[in-house]
Every structure is written in structure tokens, then in C-alpha cells.
């Protein structure tokens, strides 16, 4: 099983990236994916997650308006769409997945997650 982030990068306060994560190993259908974000000296957490079970995603209120997830199940991939970024927004960011078989609801923690990406860099200027 494997997950792989692409596309972070720099962006200026006010502007917009796509996240990538590809999986190998596993399909996103059947797993629960969270995207996860970790500054410098902060604790990793979630920005957005999607079960598998409905398709609902959930977002804290620090990114909701901003921030969408979606999955191509056709490419197994999964997007965050990240608009309107802010100084803040500044992190490594992670996916994440986890079996929904056993889960009725998707997980928020980091620790509730048994597979993890590499990680990719946004950062975000003034």
C-alpha cells in the first residue's frame, strides 16, 4: 500500500493549489481518506475528509469555504482543492486512509489512520 502527494508548492496569500494523492495497494472506494496538514511546532491535523461509505466530507471550520476534497475513483486519486490560502495554511500536508469497513464514521485523528503519504509542502507568502 502506498499513497503519494503531489503539488504543493509556494503560492501568495489569496491564491490556489490542487493536492494529489495517488494510491497503489488499495482502492480509495473502500477507505476512509483524510487530508492532514502539520506546521513547524504544531500538532498534525485534519483540514478534510471523505467517508466511503456516503461520500460525506467534513471540514474544520478553519479551512470549510475554502478547502474541497473529491476522489476520481476512475485514477484512484484524491484532490484538495485549496482556494483564498492563507499565511496559515502553511504546512506539510498528508493524506491519509484507513479501511471503512470498520468504521462507520471517518476518522479525525492522525493516530486512527494506518496509512500515510510522504507528505508535500505548501507555503503560503504575504
Known amino acids: 500500500v502506498q499513497l503519494v502527494e503531489s503539488g504543493g508548492g509556494l503560492v501568495q496569500a489569496g491564491g490556489s493549489l490542487r493536492l494529489s494523492c495517488a494510491a497503489s495497494g488499495f482502492t480509495f472506494a473502500d477507505y476512509h481518506i483524510g487530508w492532514f496538514r502539520q506546521a513547524p511546532g504544531k500538532e498534525r491535523e485534519v483540514v478534510s475528509s471523505v467517508s466511503s461509505r456516503d461520500g460525506r466530507t467534513e471540514y474544520p471550520d478553519s479551512v470549510k469555504g475554502r478547502f474541497t476534497i473529491s476522489i476520481e475513483n476512475a485514477k484512484n486519486i484524491v484532490y484538495l482543492q485549496m482556494n483564498s490560502l492563507k499565511l496559515e495554511d502553511t504546512a506539510v500536508y498528508y493524506c491519509?486512509?484507513?479501511?471503512?469497513?470498520?468504521?462507520?464514521?471517518?476518522?479525525?485523528?492522525?493516530?486512527?489512520?494506518?496509512?500515510w503519504g510522504q507528505g508535500t509542502q505548501v507555503t503560503v507568502s504575504s
Open positions: 491519509a486512509g484507513v479501511d471503512g469497513y470498520y468504521r462507520d464514521y471517518v476518522p479525525a485523528y492522525p493516530y486512527e489512520y494506518d496509512y
